[in-house]
């Protein structure tokens, strides 16, 4: 009989490819060679990624463009003042430009503070973390110093499953054909599964969860089903998983198939 792991790695070996990424905001990360630059941008990136995807992939193109070639030089070298200049006006959804700049001037803060967002990040967690929850919070309370940064960044400390921080976490941490990964401080087996529809709906298929709200608990319930699989990288099945259900030609019916037959 197939074993479960033998079936999520076919998956894998046949979907887990840059082919299948756009669009995808994490398309942006592969502009940005050095990890100083990519940290920042794939954090903006995944700050943005909600609502409808072309609006996503059109807002994270307007404000990267804005602190290309280098993001990191860009937060370094303008007053909070030039910022603001630099997005009057900017709207989406619900971050207006107020929001957006204390995100940046918050980023700026931390990154001269620890030199790079990995280091606040690693700084905020302990040898006897099971996962990457206490630096996110860490990271979370230093970015937030401004407490004006809206919807943006979601607080680890509340229910919410913190999407879009989860997955920027999987981008940075990971390293294979899609994820371009850069930060080495911490280990993959402590990342938890970006939490989405489409990764709800698949952690009841596969009998990880019961829970119909998508929050963190959730989200743990789900990273620790794929732990059972493959302890040292739960979220390693994440990407091509959730191809099916927004990939055109790829739909739950067709994943459950694949799994279960």
């Known amino acids: ?9 076919c ?19 592969y502009d940005y060679p050095e990890k100083k630059n990519r940290e920042v941008a794939g954090f903006i990136a995944a700050c943005l990624a909600y609502g409808r995807v072309e609006l996503i992939m059109e807002t994270v193109a307007t404000v990267l463009g804005k602190l290309d070639p280098t993001p990191f030089d860009y937060l370094m070298g303008q007053t909070k003042k030039d910022m603001a200049n ?64 809206g919807h943006l960044l979601a607080d680890p400390q509340k229910k919410s499953a913190c999407k879009r921080s989860l997955l920027f976490l999987r981008w940075m941490v990971r390293k294979d054909q899609v994820d371009p990964g ?10 938890i599964v970006p939490l989405d529809t489409h990764m709800h709906k698949i952690g009841m298929m596969l009998g990880f969860t019961k829970r119909k709200s998508p929050d963190m608990k959730t989200a743990l319930e789900i990273t620790q089903g794929f732990r059972q699989v493959l302890r040292e990288d739960p979220v390693k099945y994440d990407f091509c998983l959730t191809r ?13 198939h694949v799994i279960y037959t």
């Open 1 to 9: 009989m197939i074993s479960l792991k033998d079936r999520l790695e």
């Open 11 to 29: 998956i894998y070996s046949q979907y887990n490819k840059r082919e299948y990424i756009n669009p995808d905001p994490l398309l942006f990360l």
């Open 86 to 149: 630099d997005f009057k006006d900017f709207q989406y959804r619900f971050a207006n430009d107020v929001h957006l700049v204390n995100l940046l001037w918050g980023i700026r803060e931390v990154l001269k503070r620890f030199s790079s967002l990995e280091n606040c990040f690693y700084t905020g967690m302990t040898p006897e973390d099971e996962t990457i929850i206490p630096g996110l919070v860490f990271l979370f309370e230093q970015i937030n110093r401004n407490k004006d940064i």
């Open 182 to 191: 850069g930060w080495e401080k911490i280990s993959p087996s402590l990342l």
């Open 244 to 256: 099916f259900g927004i990939r055109r030609g790829l739909n739950m019916d067709h994943l459950h």
